[in-house]
């Protein structure tokens, strides 16, 4: 007959350690109230015996003759677990160890005794005078035995004092509290595993936690970012204060607090593994090491030398009202290859009190770095404007502190930024010295492409992901862009530079009408223009020159074919998605995008394929990277040409339209990507069918009224304009009035739907 082993509690925390047990091949004995015993029906014999009932526990073990006995996660079962194993005689910490690791005051005494640093500390039963004598605030107040920060209360003020102790001692199973000196300083937690006295070191987590006044974990993560050096000391100090406590045989977790001074003081120290996935989880993941195979090799008086196979990170984030940034990891996790697992436990988001308030979590492992969130991230946006809006919206609910750069005026950003500076986008050399002294994460914008200089400076001066100024100049330049275009063999249309009126008609005649002109340094359509013959190129040059703040343009071959679009991006080289979308164009003096769809074009064979191929050749002409692309293409011929990209998002709803075809919000993407954080996947079966469009009026007027069409498929329309505002008829994208976005089940039903309800609707009535 196989070994059998007792563990005491049956809920949650001790899951992990139920199915280590039946791995292992070992008849499984569970002793737990009914009332969320999850493991009941895991484990191959269950006790609905309170784990407090060390006396009936004992003689229901002898009855199973088991061959260990063990608990995780769970301080209330340590003192059962010991009692047991002293009795029967197997493997564990004797009764008076654990009853002292277990009791927050006879831990405090043992501690001073062996000169191990702890704080200041008074204790006070049910019915004693609360004597703080000798004492200053701020003080913690705490249960004398209990775990999860239950009842742990930071006292700033002394009349916090005995409500704060009335509480801690209606928590106590003791009915004991703890009053005691407030340690500022960094939090970590130490896993240590024990065998006849010999304690090997096993992993040091650096905790996150809700601060005063109850001190709830936030976030844990292996290995602590703390010197070799100092976490050598640390393990030493466990080690010392294990002996002192007299604990001999299992896990222990100690927690601690370290000083801006160095003082390391050990808080406390319990007779079992780490909860919160702790040693169940996170251990095994950094370490490479079975922490749970341990605990039972130990019990069982069999332990093989504990053995690191690997060094990784590791960790999990909770999800509660102090950290709802958290929920969209939960909700996408399949999207993070980082996060190994996830649940969502409540809708709820409570404000913590204790670790029980808790609506979810994830954990996640890697091999290079922490996985973080946007959570505490520093950004700076160039520009308020509508444009950014959405940016920034994003990024004040990811939890960062958001900085914006602009003009004064009168931009809907600022009013959402953490902080608004006055000042010129353009002028790099204030940007930097600001991104400096305020520590930015990442710099970005979108739908723009003369912010990408001053990025590319900033990304430069601080060594930021985001492209060079090299390459931001290139890709904001669109005669540098054809001529890196031409030199990387790009497919794209025949060009020539043009200085004037009379050079531009010379080369139109050499490449062929009809030819399109652009500005260089314009974005949005705006300066370009399709020119049909000489009459009407010499007319556009003169309109377009007062646009462009550089002496020459670009004149090229206007290819006939179905134009389209796509949005990618590339980090650290690689590409890590490309869109294909398709285009709603009003044309005017040249075609300006209105809108968008997708997925589209797939009706052509091989068109992703050449889509990304071009694009990888762009990357390496433009050397642009870590950032989004906005890639404009024109199918000719059964072969993809590209007119131009932008590095960075599109504009006209394109990050909507991402965001709904995905089904993921795509600004908290390119928010991570200017972090240098690690990216979602964004390989999915296929695309959602979704369309954006932005409204316009094709007559100058003051606006009468507003109106919105009501629509099953419409998921946001806004529209800009007030009543009494006059508006301009459309010419370029500045003078859109609203934006509109679509899904649906099909494609074609979105189309349809755009073109009999959408495409003709009378957003604004002017006056007449």
């Known amino acids: 007959m196989g070994k059998s082993i007792a563990i005491i509690g049956a809920s949650y925390l001790q899951q992990p350690l139920v199915l280590k047990a039946r791995e292992m091949g070992l008849r499984t004995i569970c002793f737990a109230w009914a009332e969320g015993a999850v493991c009941k029906d895991l484990c191959d014999v269950f006790y609905p015996v309170s784990i407090t009932e060390k006396e009936e526990i004992l003689r229901l073990c002898r009855q199973e003759h088991i061959d260990g006995i063990c608990t995780i996660a769970s301080d209330v079962a340590a003192p059962t677990v010991a009692y047991v194993a002293e009795q029967m005689g197997l493997t564990g910490n004797s009764y008076k160890a654990a009853v002292c690791a277990h009791n927050k005051h006879l831990m405090r005494e043992a501690f001073v005794t062996a000169g191990v640093d702890c704080p200041q500390y008074k204790v006070i039963a049910q019915g004693d005078t609360i004597d703080t004598s000798g004492m200053d605030l701020p003080l913690i107040v705490k249960p004398s035995d209990r775990s999860g920060s239950l009842a742990v209360t930071k006292i700033t003020e002394w009349a916090q004092l005995e409500p704060a102790v009335n509480e801690a001692l209606s928590a106590s199973l003791e009915h004991q509290a703890l009053v005691e000196e407030f340690i500022e300083g960094r939090e970590i937690s130490v896993e240590m595993l024990s065998c006849r006295g010999t304690h090997y070191a096993l992993q040091i987590t650096d905790k996150v936690t809700t601060g005063a006044p109850h001190f709830v974990e936030l976030a844990h993560h292996q290995p602590s970012s703390l010197s070799t050096e100092t976490q050598q000391r640390i393990f030493d100090i466990t080690r010392h204060a294990l002996d002192a406590l007299g604990l001999t045989n299992g896990a ?12 390391v003081v050990v808080m406390e120290i319990g007779g079992r593994m780490g909860g919160d996935f702790i040693g169940s989880t996170l251990v095994p993941l950094s370490t490479g090491y079975d922490f749970l195979r341990g605990v039972i090799e130990v019990a069982l008086g069999q332990l093989i030398v504990p053995v690191k196979t690997k060094t990784h990170h590791s960790g999990v984030y909770f999800l509660s009202g102090q950290t709802p940034e958290v929920l969209p990891y939960i909700q996408q996790a399949e999207r993070y290859p980082n996060i190994v697992e996830s649940e969502l436990t409540s809708n709820e988001l409570r404000q913590l009190t204790c670790s029980a308030d808790r609506s979810g979590y994830f954990i996640y492992t890697d091999p290079h770095s ?38 004064p005026g009168n931009f809907p950003g600022y009013a959402l930024a953490s902080k608004w500076y006055n000042v010129d986008i353009m002028d790099a050399e204030t940007i930097i010295r600001i991104a400096r002294d305020e520590h930015i994460d990442g710099i970005v914008g979108c739908g723009s492409d003369f912010i990408l200089p001053t990025i590319g400076h900033v990304v ?47 080369e139109a005649e050499r490449i062929g009408y009809p030819v399109v002109l652009k500005i260089v340094d314009g ?28 002496p020459y343009m670009v004149l090229e071959q206007f290819i006939d074919g179905v134009e389209f679009g796509a949005q990618a991006y590339v980090q650290n080289g690689e590409l890590k998605f490309c869109m294909i979308h398709g285009d709603l164009i009003y044309h005017g003096q040249s075609g300006v995008p209105v809108g968008h769809y997708a997925p589209a074009m797939t009706e052509y064979k091989g068109l992703q394929a050449d889509a990304e191929e071009q694009l990888r050749r762009c990357i390496q002409a433009l050397q642009i990277d870590n950032c989004a692309i906005n890639a404009d293409f024109i199918l000719h011929d059964d072969q993809v ?29 390119l928010l991570r990507g200017a972090c240098g954080l690690s990216l979602p996947s964004m390989k999915i079966p296929t695309l959602h069918p979704a369309l954006v469009f932005t409204p316009y009026s094709t007559k100058t007027g003051r606006v009468v009224s507003v109106q919105q069409p009501d629509l099953p498929e419409i998921v946001d329309c806004q529209l800009y304009p007030e009543v009494g505002e006059e508006i301009h008829a459309f010419r370029t994208a500045y003078d859109r009035i609203g934006h509109l976005v679509m899904r649906a089940d099909s494609m074609d039903r979105l189309l349809d739907v755009y073109h009999r309800e959408i495409e003709n609707f009378p957003f604004v009535i002017l006056q007449s």
């Not at 959570?375 to 990811?398: D, F, S, W």
């Not at 492209?467 to 060009?495: C, E, N, W």
């Not at 300066?527 to 040059?541: E, F, H, M, P, T």
């Open 523 to 550: 974005s949005g359509s705006k300066g370009v223009v399709i020119c049909q013959d000489s009459d009407s190129l010499a007319q556009a040059y003169t309109d377009v020159l007062p646009l462009t703040h550089h």
């Open 641 to 669: 040409y590209v007119l131009e990209i932008g590095a960075r998002a599109g504009a006209t709803c394109l990050p909507e339209l991402v965001s709904q075809c995905y089904d993921i919000d795509y600004y908290h993407y």
């Open 460 to 506: 430069d001066a601080l060594g930021m992901a985001g492209s060079s100024y090299h390459s931001s100049v290139i890709a904001s330049d669109k005669l540098l862009m054809k001529q890196a275009f031409a030199q990387a063999d790009v497919r794209t249309a025949a060009f020539a530079l043009v200085e004037t009126q009379e050079q531009a008609l010379i």
């Open 370 to 407: 922490r996985f973080e969130t946007l959570a505490g991230k520093t950004v700076m946006i160039l520009g308020g404007g509508r444009y950014q809006l959405p940016l920034i919206k994003a990024a004040r609910e990811a939890g960062c502190r958001v900085l914006v750069m602009g003009w």
């Open 252 to 263: 222990a977790h100690a927690e601690y607090k370290i000083t801006d001074s160095g003082r």
